[in-house]
Structures are given as C-alpha cells and as structure tokens.
T-cell receptor
Framework: EDQVTQSPEALRLQEGESSSLNCSYT??????LFWYRQDPGKGPEFLFT???AGEEKEKERLKATLTKKESFLHITAPKPEDSATYLC?????????????FGSGTRLLVRP | DTGVSQDPRHKITKRGQNVTFRCDPI?????LYWYRQTLGQGPEFLTY????????KSRLLSDRFSAERPKGSFSTLEIQRTEQGDSAMYLC???????????FGQGTRLTVV
C-alpha cells in the first residue's frame, strides 16, 4: 500500500536557524511528489512539484530535493512567518489516478 | 479572486441532518478533487472529477456521501444522515489537465453536534 511518512512531527527553530524536513515514501511507481504549506484554518498552499530523483527546486528560503526513497524540504535562515504545517504528498501508480496521498505533516514554529 | 472558492466556510449541524457543500474551481481547471482533513492529519482523498465525470472514489466515501459536478463547472458534496465522525475540514482542489499540481480552496469546516 502506498504510504507517506513525514518527520519530525513538530519542529521548533530560532529565527535564522536552518533545518530540514523529511518526507519518506513507499509507493508503486512515483509520478510526482508535492510540497504544500498549510496555515491554521486554511487550505494547503502549493509550493513545489518534483518528478524524478536528483531534481531540486527553490523558492525564497525553501529548497526541495528528491531521491528514490525520500524528499527533503530545506529551510534556510527561517523567519517567524515561515511558521506553518508543511505537507508532503505523492501521486503514484501506473493508472491514470490523479489523487494525492498525503503525509501527516510537520508543524514548524520559528521563534523570533 | 481567481482561486478555488468553497461555501460555506463553517457549518454546524445536528447529528442525522443532511449537509451540502459547494466548490467553485479555478475557471480553466477541468479536474476537481474533494479531500477530508481531520486535526493533526494530512488531507485524505475522497473523490475526483474530470469535467462532469466522476472518475475515482475512495473507499472512505460511504453511501452517505455523494458528489456531483453538473456541466463540469462547480461541484457539490452532500453528506446524508451526518454522524459525529463526519466532523472535519472538507477541502476542494482543482487542477489543469496538463500540470498536475492541485490548488486548494480554504475548506469548509463541518462540526456535527
């Protein structure tokens, strides 16, 4: 069964303290890996899509990387406004299913 | 605002009542998805439309749940005979046929009392 696991569940950082969030996946045929940011009481906001091992994408202080088993979301010199839950999701399977399978997320708190 | 729109944002209902939620996707998006999210968990897939055709349904979607997308535009999700376990955030998302990233609405928070 396709599965996505995120770690840690929660992470507290001081402003400027860089770190990485992990998303490991077990799927039958990865077609895409997605990162979303979610603020409390709101819907997920799209950040990145990665399609193949070795691919990297960057946006401001965020950088996403992908290997054959996991993805990392690197946060460089975070600011308090980066505090949110970061969700990882995969699209998998040989058929034409477009559903996303999500992990439980990492709750990030950046303290000033 | 050209994002995905959901209505209502909040709904409180008594157990046993029926509720209906509406989703208006981004105008040029032909794919529309419904997800459910409970506290501390990631969204769980419920169902997916391409234009007006419902192409996939999760086993989570019991016979009390029904979704429609008439004319391939907005969509509705109805829950009949609501139960306390139905309390969750119901999220709608849409995407283009070429790019697969989905864009989410702000969700409808359902509380069944």
């Amino acid at each position: 069964e396709d599965q996505v696991t995120q770690s840690p569940e929660a992470l507290r950082l001081q402003e400027g303290e860089s770190s990485s969030l992990n998303c490991s996946y077990t799927v039958s045929g990865l077609r895409g890996l997605f990162w979303y940011r979610q603020d409390p009481g709101k819907g997920p906001e799209f950040l990145f899509t990665l399609y193949s091992a070795g691919e990297e994408k960057e946006k401001e202080r965020l950088k996403a990387t992908l290997t054959k088993k996991e993805s990392f979301l690197h946060i460089t010199a975070p600011k308090p406004e980066d505090s949110a839950t970061y969700l990882c999701a995969v699209q998998a399977g040989k058929d034409s299913s477009y559903k996303l399978i999500f992990g439980s997320g990492t709750r990030l708190l950046v303290r000033p | 605002d050209t994002g995905v729109s959901q209505d209502p944002r909040h709904k409180i209902t008594k157990r046993g009542q029926n509720v209906t939620f509406r989703c208006d996707p981004i105008s040029e998006h032909n794919r529309l998805y419904w997800y459910r999210q409970t506290l501390g968990q990631g969204p769980e897939f419920l169902t997916y439309f391409q234009n007006e055709a419902q192409l996939e349904k999760s086993r989570l979607l019991s016979d009390r749940f029904s979704a429609e997308r008439p004319k391939g535009s907005f969509s509705t999700l109805e829950i009949q005979r609501t139960e306390q376990g139905d309390s969750a955030m119901y999220l709608c998302a849409s995407s283009l046929p070429v790019n697969t990233e989905a864009f989410f609405g702000q969700g409808t928070r359902l509380t069944v009392v």
